[in-house]
């Protein structure tokens, strides 16, 4: 199994950024894809995932109605749209994969290697 995620970087507050992460090693329907984050010095926090029953999304209310998660499943590939974003979002952003989303969101049985993502005040 393996991700590769990019699109993090530097942002001001109220900026966007679009995060990319491409999954491969396993069958995409038999698992829903999200992401976690890490903030320095603090635990996982889940983001947003979509699950693999119904394909339906799910957020973290600290991101509800500011982040979007889409999915591409011809090329494995899931998407995180974040906009308006705050200082507080600055975080290690990983990609995962479970088939148990969104109750496994934080301790994934799989995920990538991380973005950073930045937002400065």
């Known amino acids: 199994v393996r991700f590769v995620a990019s699109g993090g970087g530097l942002v001001q507050a109220g900026g966007s950024l679009r995060l990319s992460c491409e999954a491969s090693?396993?069958?995409?329907?038999?698992?829903?894809l999200g992401w976690f984050r890490q903030a320095p010095g603090k635990g996982r926090e889940g983001v947003s995932c979509?699950?693999?029953?119904?394909?339906?999304?799910w957020y973290g209310d600290s991101v509800k109605g500011r982040f979007t998660i889409s999915s591409d499943n011809a090329k494995k590939t899931v998407y995180l749209q974040m906009n308006n974003l705050k200082p507080e979002d600055t975080a290690v952003y990983y990609c995962?994969?479970?088939?148990?989303?969104?109750?496994?969101?934080?301790?994934?049985?799989?995920w990538g290697q991380g973005t950073q993502v930045t937002v400065s005040s």
């Open positions: 995962a994969a479970d088939i148990d989303l969104p109750q496994t969101i934080k301790t994934p049985d799989y």
């Open positions: 090693g396993f069958t995409l329907d038999d698992y829903g």
């Open positions: 979509i699950t693999r029953r119904d394909y339906s999304t």
